[in-house]
């Protein structure tokens, strides 16, 4: 008997549904019956309804063997790009977190206007756990029944629920009881886990769960709209809906979680794409062998081909990697929601501004602006995806007559009326292809007058562009297959170069929504493991098995699960060697018991599990659903869109910037920075340029700076205007009392259990306190390098004296006495080392008095062992220094070194221009190597991150579209690194130790900078990010005998001398000197 699943994806224009016969995946029309374009409706059912019921008259299948409807939109987050009151509630913040996390309250870096429609409070409980597993204090029930009462009190019924390293609470002990506990207490509210919601990484998971909150009433209109659609529709079968990452959510579980639907439709592109081409065969004609995988010699497959998909719009071209489990490669790093930080995985997309209705511009057939509204697009990619630069995709390749290009303009949905073949005025690519003769479309006579020369220009233009943007997805050196989808497919040529297939699938328009119903469902495992005494594979494959029984929980079928995706990373500063593990298993949904006896258990389209007879939300409490407010009841009105009027809109200019990039609102140019009497007075705009600065100072450690930087944006607003304030290290008498401080840990625990704020402070009080120092005249970083260089703004503030523009190295360091005040002799004991808890340790040690050899090794190893102690996310304070020290053996001007740094990437950004010209325009140095990675190697030893990355040269043509690069050479870079870049050496492909050439050393400045010009740290490299590394010279405080030592090859265990980057040192230029009044 055959059956039936219906796939549907709601985009912005269109609505498109298609329905396959289970059965038939492996026949050549992939068992596709029927699909069909519906204009996407406001109110969303509507459009979804039309487009259902025509491909129900297409097919005439027998609705009651329809298994499935699955839907991927984005129409649950509309309201929060939006602002819209209407249909966002209103949230509380209730974070498990002991002392901990107050110094970034809830909301940190939303736009002002979602900010001001969600906020709904917060609430500080005790809860939460350490990196270890140990509690950070108990779950106090008494404190939870209060915070429930307050927050009903206040009218509030949405809840976000976040417990510090609640993704490793496996047992359940705090966010699910603590929710158990308040809904006890008060029904009626509606609690969202964060655990459930993404993985560590507080402030980016929170931020996940507020929106999510934000959205629930909305996420239940939405579904109840969707199913009285299915009602009328006489569908009886389960209704998924499509998740970020291509896996299929029951209806109601994604009611549950609609911040899990926002970006589904490049992943049901992209993944029926792989299907309607076949990947799923076991004889692929996409995998299949081509002359250049074969082993000459041999005759053997040497490696498998990588498959990329393809999909030319009438705007854009969207190009994605497939993995060889048939989804798409996930995006690593940030993702944005309505200007919002959050961080999940959403696949990988590079766009560039390029389609069917790309306007081709030459002098004698300019485009026609008067008739046209189209958009202008320029070159875009996810928040990670790499590109050569931040300026538009190249406009044309050096071979093409400079009076042609193709995009990025475009006339978009008017083709029919602008394009010249349907009559219109304007000459787009689809008018190439068709003068070409490539495809009969339209009125082809209508463009016969297209010059020969011209045609040609723009054929080789078109290839131009679609060869860089494959290239620049490319995961290997492997051969590449490409399956072109989308009506703007027919502008790709028999022959692309660098791609040895190309596969034009059928049904490639309908591919979105064959992806919608082709979805399989997923089982995640993200969980940190210490490795003492334990089997690092048996841990790995115990992972592995959590993981398959997930995915079986809920609903996939478990001979069909599989792991696609494992994961690990050391992770940095820990006493035992200590490995995060990410497990992702798939599996095609369970054939339901009704149906199982004459439907094959082998049908790779098997239906999902009915609802009824098997629930499958991951939550497995009753009181784990949340529970409609009788404020919010379910409305039955169908319109679930909810559009309102005008007033109930929160302006979407000023307001709808992210608070932590304020820059977006001024001219950069023109910009002065507030400079009275020989005192900076920084504002929000100049945080987030030294932001940018410190982390290319970082040269790869130092840690992020995002967070310190709204922890600086936070005691900006908090304090009286000129409390942060900034003076040069010569502003200061000889005699001056300058204290230091700086956050002290792994970044991996700084980022998941925030400070409480005062640490720095209470690390600078006891010490003083110790000295017997009543006053002191300022502060002063250890290190200008990540994000160390910012954490030193809120604590001048809060004591009310100046930060001084100067730091102890120039960069960033992996140790507390790599300063340049403990090389030139300065005694760095007594240290003070501080928590939240308020626990504060003093090291002095005696031989640190004597300057012995090993007393600075050995201060860091007890310092790191009370850190750990201490839980690894502590502040330490070492022995303050005079002003005479600051003025002769700091490194000046850093603070302001940093904010000419991050000016000159953001002006650069602004006016698409190359960032690096810009940075060495404000800061000497050179560029030593453009191009992308090949391979990453990390291990871990002593506590650190140890490893390699290796570096390949671009082709020529790559060369073309890229930035302005070193010395062209074929070339690759190998970068050894421990947390910071440590050299830089030209090698062979395999980087033997005999091939390299060593072109850079510390203590000069090697960083490494991605397609926006921000710093890439160690932690975040990974192949196929295409990159420019600069070196730039270090202080002469470095280049001593005594600053070599300590700073230099040597102090790192290399047997080599140091190699000068052969730019001049020159002293950075001063803020306060050049816009003073």
């Not at 490319?474 to 790709?492: C, D, E, Q, R, Y």
Request: glycine content about 8%; proline content about 6%.
């Amino acid at each position: 008997m055959t059956f039936y699943r219906i796939g549907v994806d709601v985009g912005g224009t269109n609505t498109d549904a298609a329905i396959l016969d289970v059965q038939a995946a492996h026949e050549p029309t992939r068992g596709v019956l029927a699909s069909h374009k519906a204009v996407t409706t406001p109110d969303i059912t509507s459009g979804i309804e039309a487009a259902i019921v025509a491909i129900l008259k297409a097919s005439k299948v027998d609705r009651s063997r329809i298994l499935s409807v699955a839907i991927g939109t984005t129409h649950f987050i509309n309201a929060l790009i939006e602002a819209d009151a209407t249909r966002l509630d209103q949230v509380a913040v209730v974070r498990l977190c002991g002392p901990f996390t107050r110094q970034m309250p809830p909301f940190s870096g939303f736009p002002l206007g979602i900010h001001n429609v969600l906020d709904g409070g917060a609430y500080y409980l005790d809860g939460g756990l350490e990196m270890d597993g140990r509690p950070i204090a108990p779950l106090d029930e008494a404190q939870v029944r209060s915070a429930a009462r307050e927050i009903v009190a206040s009218g509030v019924r949405a809840v976000a629920l976040v417990g510090v390293f609640s993704p490793l609470d496996h047992d359940d002990i705090y966010e699910e009881k603590c929710k158990a506990i308040m809904l006890d207490e008060q029904p009626e509210l509606r609690v969202v886990c964060s655990k459930h919601i993404g993985p560590t990484g507080f402030l980016e998971r929170e931020n996940a769960t507020i929106l999510n909150a934000a959205i629930l009433r909305t996420g239940h209109n939405v579904k109840d709209g969707f199913k009285r659609a299915m009602e009328r529709l006489s569908l009886t079968c389960p209704l998924y809906l499509s998740q970020n990452d291509g896996t299929l959510i029951d209806a109601d579980t994604a009611a549950d979680f609609p911040i899990k639907t926002f970006a589904s439709g490049p992943s049901n592109s992209m993944s029926g794409a792989a299907f309607l081409a076949g990947l799923h065969e076991e004889h692929s004609e996409v995998r299949s062998s081509t002359p250049s995988t074969l082993n000459e010699d041999k005759g053997e497959v040497v490696v498998e081909p990588q498959i990329l998909v393809v999909d030319i719009g009438g705007t854009t071209t969207d190009v994605c990697a497939l993995l060889p489990s048939g989804f798409p490669r996930q995006a690593p790093g940030f993702v944005e929601i309505a200007g919002v930080r959050t961080a999940f995985s959403i696949p990988e997309v590079v766009s560039i501004g390029l389609g069917g209705g790309s306007k081709v511009e030459t002098a004698s057939y300019p485009s026609s602006s008067a008739s046209s509204t189209a958009s202008s697009p320029s070159s875009t990619s996810s928040p990670s995806s790499p590109s050569s630069s931040p300026s538009s995709p190249p406009s044309q390749c050096s071979s093409c007559p400079t009076s042609v290009s193709v995009g990025p303009s475009s006339v978009g949905h008017e083709l029919l009326a602008q394009a010249r073949v349907f009559g219109g005025p304007t000459l787009t690519a689809t008018d190439i292809v068709v003068a070409e003769g490539s495809v009969q479309l339209g009125d082809a006579s209508l463009v016969s007058d297209v010059p020969v020369e011209t045609r040609q220009a723009a054929r080789r233009e078109l290839n131009f562009l679609l060869e860089t943007v494959i290239d620049k997805m490319k995961m290997s050196t492997a051969p590449v297959h490409v399956i072109l989808v989308g009506g703007g497919s027919i502008l790709a040529a028999d022959y692309i170069r660098g791609v040895d297939k190309c596969i034009h699938p059928i049904h490639q328009g309908a591919a979105n929504a064959v992806g919608a119903a082709i979805g399989k469902i997923c089982g995640e495992i993200d969980t940190v493991e210490i490795l003492q005494g334990k089997d690092e594979n048996a841990v790995i494959a115990a992972a592995c098995e959590k993981a398959i029984a997930t995915a079986v929980s809920k609903g996939a079928a478990a001979d069909d699960v599989k792991i696609v995706e494992v994961n690990k990373m050391p992770l940095q500063y820990m006493s035992q060697v200590t490995i995060r593990i990410q497990v992702r298993a798939v599996g095609r949904p369970v054939v339901p018991v009704e149906f199982s006896s004459s439907s094959s258990s082998s049908s790779s389209l098997s239906p999902p599990l009915s609802l009824a007879s098997r629930p499958i939300s991951p939550l497995p409490s009753p009181r784990s659903s949340p529970i409609p407010s009788p404020s919010h009841p379910h409305t039955h009105d169908d319109s679930v869109s909810g559009r309102q009027a005008d007033s109930d809109r929160i302006s979407t200019s000023r307001t709808s910037f992210p608070s932590s990039k304020p820059s977006l609102g001024i001219d950069i140019a023109t910009y002065r920075p507030d400079v009275r009497d020989g005192v900076w007075y920084p504002s929000d705009i100049d945080l987030e340029f030294i932001s940018t600065g410190c982390a290319i100072l970082g040269t790869g450690g130092g840690g992020p700076t995002y967070y310190e930087y709204l922890k600086s944006l936070k005691a900006l607003n908090s304090y009286s205007r000129g409390r942060m304030r900034i003076i040069s290290p010569t502003s200061l008498k000889d005699d001056a009392t300058v204290c230091l401080g700086a956050w002290y840990g792994s970044p991996s625990v700084i980022n998941e259990r925030l400070a409480a704020g005062h640490e720095i402070i209470d690390a600078i009080n006891a010490l003083n306190k110790m000295r017997n120092i009543d006053r002191f005249d300022g502060v002063l970083a250890d290190e200008i390098g990540g994000g160390n260089g910012l954490c030193i703004l809120p604590v001048g503030a809060h004591f009310d004296v100046p930060i001084i523009d100067a730091d102890g190295m120039g960069r960033a360091y992996p140790t507390i006495y790599h300063v340049t005040f403990s090389v030139y002799g300065h005694n760095m004991c007594p240290v003070m080392i501080t928590d939240a808890r308020g626990n504060a340790l003093a090291a002095l040690l005696m031989e640190c008095v004597d300057k012995s050899a090993d007393s600075s090794v050995r201060l860091e190893a007890c310092l790191r062992t009370a850190a750990i102690e201490l839980g690894l996310s502590c502040a330490t304070s070492t022995n303050p220094i005079s002003g005479k020290m600051a003025k002769t053996v700091a490194v000046t001007n850093t603070i302001s070194q940093s904010w000419y740094l991050g000016r000159a990437v953001h002006m650069a950004r602004r006016s698409k221009t190359s960032y690096t010209d810009a940075i060495l325009d404000v800061c000497p140095g050179k560029v030593l190597f453009t191009g992308k990675i090949i391979d990453v190697q990390r291990h871990l030893d002593g506590g650190y991150t140890m490893g390699a990355v290796v570096l390949a040269p671009f082709t020529e043509a790559e060369r073309e579209a890229g930035p302005s690069a070193g010395d062209a050479c074929d070339r690759h870079l190998v970068i050894p690194f421990q947390n910071e870049y440590l050299y830089a050496a030209l090698c062979d492909a395999s980087a033997s130790e005999e091939s390299r050439e060593v072109v850079a050393t510390v203590p000069d400045l090697i960083s490494i900078l991605g397609h926006d010009g921000e710093a890439i740290g160690s932690q975040d490299l990974r192949f196929g990010l295409r990159v420019n590394v600069i070196v730039l010279p270090c202080s002469p405080l470095w280049k001593t005998e005594k600053g070599i030592a300590v700073g230099g090859p040597l102090g790192f265990g290399f047997k080599m001398e140091p190699v000068d980057c052969g730019i001049p040192f020159t002293a950075a230029r001063s803020v306060i000197e050049e816009f003073g009044i």
